[in-house]
């Protein structure tokens, strides 16, 4: 199986809002598309997914166009939906007749999926009580009910749109062992956040995406490793102001209480500087020389003025 | 990606099942139904009791012992007076001719407040100006109340009047069609002396009909197609109203973003059409049971069988008669693609907002073509007494906006011929699919839009870029 996006491109008015978007996922795992607000993530996943027209290009799982009505494929989307006075179990059962599951299998995976997610209570009530509805549960909550109705299909194709977003730390955490078993089941996944930590943790593959426009395209590593080992930590018990100020290749220097982060233009403008340091018999506390965080990628690619 | 038509639809189904499910389990429906079935359960019977009552004391007799008369009419029949008046409300009454001077001594006694008889004096008069005029006179001190002296009159009037055409020597049959009004009716085909055209079958269903919808309707006819009217209009106010929300709630709820990973937008508004036309149907049975029932207890408590007379009374022969299964289904199918064409009308005015609460603005525009259409049928309905064949009569049952208030309406009451009734239909069920056509094409980008309401220009630029897309 494979999914293959080519040069999607949507317009509103005068505004290009995707321009020529392509991507391939060859292999399960999960995608990730990167950008500030209105960059045009949810817009692209709206397309992808078959619910808006694009302007130009196409979508093709397994070499043929997707068609959603067709692809088992499980949304979760940005702003939650859910409706507030239907009964739980109910609204569950019209979304997995949706997605043309039976009742009984239905059924059944709601039940495994309320146990997974610590739900049962709200689902299932007790004799004579009143089924709750969706606008009696916390946020987090209806999140649950909401991943539950994405994956209710047992999709081939996952899409989730800030899947961690508004989650307490444990719930978080759950979210997380979710995306994680459905990637050992060998599901595709697509997922936008802008918690990168997140994405790090999942991605094997990213766009970074700003004014519609992919900026920054590829596998995370192999991004990461064509920046360098760029990032410098260091600590030392003396002062090393002039040491600094005499070395060369330091692109940016920031003092902070812990350390200083200096930023270099290769790995032997740092070596150099721990070479120097220790001729003058200076004593090293700390010296770490890493590749740049996404978190510092996105920033340098899409620009520190726009909210992330 | 272009889809065919049953792709479009596919999971409309589900949709219905969900949507008509969730809708009948709502308290508003349960609320609103039980109310209207009340109503309808016990309307007959209160209407009955309260009719009855009056009744009752329509044929009280008259607290009246002796009628006095002075007669300058020349009628020597109102010698007879005494007799005429048996059975009536004045029956036991005492009648006794005065003349002139008896007369004038009778009126300025009853002027005294001493005066304790509960007579009454009547005087006939006749003018060339004013023709027949009868003046009654009661006593100053109200030995004989006003409302008696009003009924005795009326009565004596008419008895009067019945005995005027009897002097005349005519037969009593020649004497009931006097009493009739004259209808004329207008004609432009040509119809020999006898009645019968030899080159058009006038027995056939359609030109008797044709030949009825040239008179003026009745005032039962009127007071029947104008309820009707009120009654479809209200009910498919209710629909949209209730069409709207569903969409509205959908959209601001988010639900529908997910609904699109499975369904396409024309399956989404079709489904939820065709489930609040269910529950609509669903409560007009349930409604109409309640008047089969009302109409049980109606019979229990006046002891008669079938329709109450004041109920009978609306409905001429003719209607009756023209009262055939098929109109029934016609105005039923009629009544259906009306809310279709309005629920998807309200659909569309859901789409358009983005919050639940901007929902009653929104429905601004449905409610104006919905009151376009209504007052049209009314207005038709008013003229219809005067001319029933009239411009305003063909534009409201052809126009789709008026035509399901007013088809069933003039069916009912048998003014309408079943190929005009077909015609209309088959306008509104193509008026029906175009809409549906235009709202699934504008759906799509409606139901994403976020923000202020969307108006008419931003949804036809909304169509025509789909439209553009179609073509590409």
Redesign the interface.
């Known amino acids: 199986m494979s999914l293959e996006i080519r040069n999607l491109k949507k317009c509103y008015g005068d505004k290009t809002v995707v321009d020529n978007l392509s991507f391939t996922m060859k292999e399960p795992g999960v995608y990730a598309l990167l950008g500030t607000n209105g960059a045009g993530k949810t817009t692209s996943i709206?397309i992808i997914?078959?619910?808006?027209?694009s302007?130009g290009g196409e979508v093709l799982w397994n070499g043929k166009?997707l068609?959603?009505?067709e692809v088992n494929?499980g949304?979760l989307?940005e702003?939650?939906?859910?409706?507030?006075?239907?009964t739980l179990e109910?609204q569950l059962l019209?979304?997995a007749?949706?997605?043309k599951v039976s009742r009984k299998t239905a059924q059944e995976r709601i039940r495994i999926w309320a146990e997974k997610l610590g739900v049962e209570e709200y689902i299932y009530t007790e004799k004579g009580a009143k089924p709750k509805t969706a606008d009696q549960l916390s946020k987090g909550n209806q999140q649950k009910i909401?991943l539950m109705?994405?994956l209710l299909s047992d999709p081939e194709l996952i899409v989730l749109d800030e899947p961690l977003s508004g989650l307490d730390p444990v719930n978080s955490d759950l979210f997380k062992a979710i995306i994680k078993e459905e990637i050992a089941n060998g599901k595709y996944l697509i997922m936008s956040s802008h918690q990168m930590p997140t994405i790090e943790e999942f991605c094997s593959d990213i766009t970074i995406l700003d004014r519609g426009k992919a900026v920054l395209q590829g596998n995370l590593n192999e991004i990461k490793r064509s920046y360098g080992r760029c990032n410098m930590l260091l600590k030392c018990e003396e002062d090393i102001t002039p040491y600094l100020n005499r070395a060369e290749g330091l692109l940016s220097v920031e003092e902070s209480p812990d350390a200083y982060k200096i930023r270099v233009a290769g790995a032997d403008a740092a070596n150099s500087l721990l070479r120097t340091l220790l001729d003058h018999q200076v004593s090293v506390i700390r010296f770490e020389l890493r590749e740049p965080s996404l978190h510092e990628i996105f920033v340098e690619k899409v620009g520190g003025n726009h909210e992330v | 990606?272009r889809?065919k038509l049953d792709?479009r639809l596919?999971?409309w189904r589900?949709?219905y099942a969900?949507s008509a499910?969730?809708s009948l389990k709502?308290k508003a429906t349960k609320i609103t139904t039980v109310i209207f079935c009340v109503i309808a359960l016990f309307s007959l019977p209160v209407f009955t009791l309260i009719m009855d009552n009056d009744d009752a004391h329509a044929i009280d007799a008259l607290d009246i012992k002796t009628i006095y008369y002075y007669d300058e009419s020349g009628f020597s029949i109102l010698d007879g007076m005494n007799t005429a008046l048996e059975g009536g409300r004045l029956s036991g009454a005492e009648v006794i001719k005065l003349n002139s001077a008896d007369y004038d001594r009778k009126i300025l006694a009853m002027e005294s407040a001493e005066y304790g008889e509960a007579d009454i004096l009547c005087h006939f008069l006749i003018s060339n100006e004013t023709g027949y005029t009868l003046r009654v006179a009661f006593p100053k001190s109200e030995s004989v109340s006003e409302l008696d002296a009003n009924d005795a009159a009326a009565e004596i009037a008419a008895v009067f009047h019945d005995m005027i055409f009897i002097t005349s020597g005519l037969p009593e049959d020649e004497i009931s069609s006097l009493m009739e009004p004259i209808e004329y009716e207008l004609i432009t085909d040509y119809i020999p002396a006898d009645g019968n055209d030899s080159t058009v079958d006038v027995g056939s269903d359609d030109m008797s009909e044709i030949n009825v919808n040239r008179q003026g309707l009745t005032m039962a006819e009127y007071g029947v197609s104008y309820a009707c009217i009120l009654i479809v209009m209200i009910f498919v106010a209710i629909f949209g109203e209730m069409i709207a929300t569903s969409v509205v709630?959908?959209k601001a709820?988010?639900?529908?973003?997910?609904?699109?990973?499975?369904?396409?937008p024309l399956a989404l508004i079709f489904g939820k059409v065709l489930a609040g036309l269910t529950v609509m149907l669903l409560q007009f049975a349930t409604i109409a049971a309640s008047l089969v029932c009302s109409v049980y207890i109606e019979n229990a408590i006046s002891g008669r069988d079938g329709l109450p007379p004041y109920l009978s009374q609306l409905f001429s022969e003719e209607s009756i008669a023209s009262f055939t299964p098929l109109r029934v289904i016609l105005a039923v199918v009629v009544i259906i693609f009306g809310f279709l064409l309005y629920g998807t009308l309200a659909g569309l005015v859901g789409a358009s907002v983005s919050r639940v609460e901007e929902t009653t603005e929104g429905l601004k525009g449905f409610t104006f073509v919905l009151m376009i259409g209504c007052y049209l049928g009314l207005a038709n309905t008013i003229y219809s007494m005067f001319d029933a064949g009239s411009l305003l009569f063909w534009l409201s049952m052809l126009l789709p906006i008026s035509s399901p208030f007013v088809i069933p309406a003039y069916l009912l009451i048998g003014r309408v011929s079943t190929p005009i009734a077909l015609g209309s239909l088959a306008v509104l069920m193509i008026s029906f699919i175009l809409l549906s056509i235009f709202v699934a094409n504008v759906y799509?980008g409606m139901i994403?839009h976020n923000g202020s309401r969307l108006k008419l220009k931003d949804i036809l630029q909304l169509s025509r870029k789909?439209a553009h897309?179609e073509s590409k």
Do not use: C, W
């Open positions: 709206r997914l078959g619910m808006l027209a302007d166009p068609d959603p009505l494929v949304y989307a702003e939650r939906g859910l409706y507030p006075k239907y109910d019209y979304f007749k949706l997605k909401q109705a994405a | 990606m889809y792709e596919r999971g589900e949709v969900f499910l969730q709502s709630t959908e709820n988010r639900v529908t973003e997910y609904l699109l990973t499975s369904i396409r799509e994403f789909e897309h």
